[in-house]
C-alpha cells in the first residue's frame, strides 16, 4: 500500500474481499422455494432443495437466459421456468423435457452457501478458506439467536467497520468518561480483534459504582472478519451481550446490514423462557444503540484519513489488515489485490504504513517510539 489514502482493498468500490457475506434470514426461504437475490454486484438464484437445503446459483439459464427465480425447485436441483431444463445440486444439467436424455454437456455455476446464527451466508470464492464470523469469547458455546434491525448506511462498510475502533470518537461524539485503548490481536489470517485496555475511572461516585462490575478493564471488544462482518462485546463481568453487525457493500459503494444478537444457551425452563429472551431484548437495545449512534455521519462522510495522529492507531492497523486480504473477481469486484507473501515484505509495509502516522516531518524513528511507547506527540 502506497499510502493510507490510496488503498488496494479498504473502502474501495471496486473491491470485493473473498469471505462470506449475509444474504438473508434462514427463515425467508422456505423448503422448496427459490428467490432471485442481487448479491455484491452480482445476480443469483437461492433456492432451498426439497432436502432442506440451501444453494445458491448464477441467475440465468445458459439455454435462453431466462432466470431461475422464475423456475422450481425440483428435489435437490433446479428447473428452469422457460423450457423445464433442469440442473442438479451440482449445477449439471440433468433432463431437458423434450428430449429422453439431454444429448448435450452444460452446468451452471454453483456458490458455497452455509447456514449459522438463523442466516444463510454466501462465500465470494471458489472454495471457502475460513469460518463464517464468530465471537471469540463463544466459539464453542451452543447459541441462542435473535435479530435486531437490518438497516443500510450511505458509506462502504469498511468505514462503518472502522468507526467502532475510532478510540477518540466515543469521547467527542458519545461523551463516554474512558479513554478507550485497544490491544490488537490478529486472530488468523482472515480475523482481527480490538479489546479495550482501560480501566473505568473512579472521578465519580457513580463510575465508582460501576466499576465494581468490572475485576479488570472496562469491557469493550470489537472482532472483524474480512473487515464487512464484525462483533462487538461489551457489559459487565456477570453478563456480556453479543452482537454481530453483518455488512455487504453495495454496487454503489454503500453498506447493507443485518444486526444478530447472540447469547449463550441457557437450559431449563426459566432459562429458555425468561432469561434468554430478557438478555436478547437487551442485548437488542444494545445493538440499536451501536447502529443508530453515527448515522449522520455515515450519510455524507468521505472517508480519507489524511492526516493521521497517533490517536488513530486502531484505524490504520484495521486498514493494514484489510490490505493483506485476498479478493476475489465478484460482481462489482474488478480488483484484485495479492497478498503479502514474505516477511520481508510485510516488514516493508509495516515501516510505511507506521511512518503515515505521523501529522508533521519529524523522523520515522520518533514515529515508531509514538506506536511502542505511547509517547506524547
Known amino acids: 500500500m502506497s499510502s493510507l489514502t490510496q488503498t488496494q482493498v479498504f473502502n474501495r468500490t471496486d473491491t470485493v474481499i473473498e469471505s462470506w457475506y449475509w444474504a438473508m434470514k434462514s427463515k425467508e426461504l422456505k423448503k422448496g422455494q427459490v428467490k432471485p437475490l442481487k448479491f ?31 423456475g422450481k425447485v425440483d428435489g435437490k436441483g433446479i428447473r ?55 465471537v471469540p469469547e463463544l466459539e464453542h458455546v451452543e447459541l441462542d439467536t ?37 490491544e490488537i490481536k490478529p486472530l488468523g489470517a482472515n480475523m482481527v480483534q480490538f479489546n479495550n485496555l482501560t480501566h473505568m475511572p473512579k472521578s465519580h461516585w457513580l463510575l465508582r459504582f460501576f466499576s ?6 472496562l469491557t469493550y471488544s470489537m472482532c472483524y472478519t ?15 451481550c453479543h452482537i454481530i453487525f453483518a455488512l455487504r457493500p453495495t454496487p454503489e459503494g454503500k453498506a447493507e446490514g443485518l444486526t444478530i444478537l447472540l447469547t449463550p444457551k441457557r437450559f ?15 442485548t437488542k437495545l444494545v445493538g440499536n444503540y451501536f447502529a443508530k449512534g453515527d448515522t449522520e ?25 484489510l490490505e493483506k486480504q485476498k479478493t476475489s473477481l ?24 507506521a511512518d503515515a502516522l505521523t501529522a508533521d516531518n519529524r523522523p520515522r524513528e520518533r514515529h515508531l517510539r509514538v506506536l511502542q511507547h505511547g509517547e506524547a506527540s
Open 80 to 134: 428452469c421456468f422457460f423450457h423445464g431444463w433442469k440442473f442438479d445440486e451440482a449445477g449439471q444439467l440433468v433432463d431437458i423435457p423434450c428430449r429422453k436424455a439431454p444429448g448435450i454437456h452444460e452446468q451452471i455455476k454453483t456458490h458455497p452457501v452455509t447456514e449459522k446464527y438463523g442466516t444463510i451466508w454466501i462465500y465470494t470464492g471458489e472454495t471457502p478458506t475460513h469460518p463464517v464470523h464468530f
Open 146 to 182: 435473535s435479530f435486531g434491525n437490518t438497516f443500510e448506511k450511505g458509506c462502504h462498510p469498511n468505514v462503518v467497520m472502522v468507526n467502532a475502533i475510532d478510540a477518540h470518537h466515543f469521547n467527542t461524539v458519545h461523551n463516554l468518561p474512558v479513554k478507550l485503548k485497544f
Open 226 to 240: 474480512s473487515g464487512s462482518t464484525g462483533s462487538v462485546t461489551v457489559g459487565p463481568d456477570f453478563l456480556h
Open 330 to 353: 465478484w460482481g462489482f469486484g474488478t480488483h484484485l489485490n495479492p497478498k503479502a507473501t514474505t516477511e520481508k515484505a510485510n516488514e516493508a509495509e509495516e515501516l510505511a504504513e
Open 212 to 217: 465494581r462490575f468490572y475485576k479488570d478493564a
Open 40 to 70: 455484491l454486484g452480482r445476480d443469483l438464484a437461492i433456492y432451498r432443495g426439497e432436502d432442506g437445503v440451501v444453494r445458491a446459483v448464477d441467475a440465468y439459464c445458459p439455454h435462453m437466459g431466462a432466470h431461475f427465480a422464475e
Open 268 to 282: 431449563g425452563a426459566f432459562g429458555r423462557l425468561v432469561i434468554n429472551p430478557v438478555v436478547l431484548f437487551a
Open 297 to 321: 455521519v455515515f450519510k455524507s462522510i468521505r472517508f480519507s484519513i489524511s492526516r493521521p495522529i497517533k490517536e488513530d492507531e486502531s484505524i490504520i492497523r484495521f486498514i493494514q489488515h
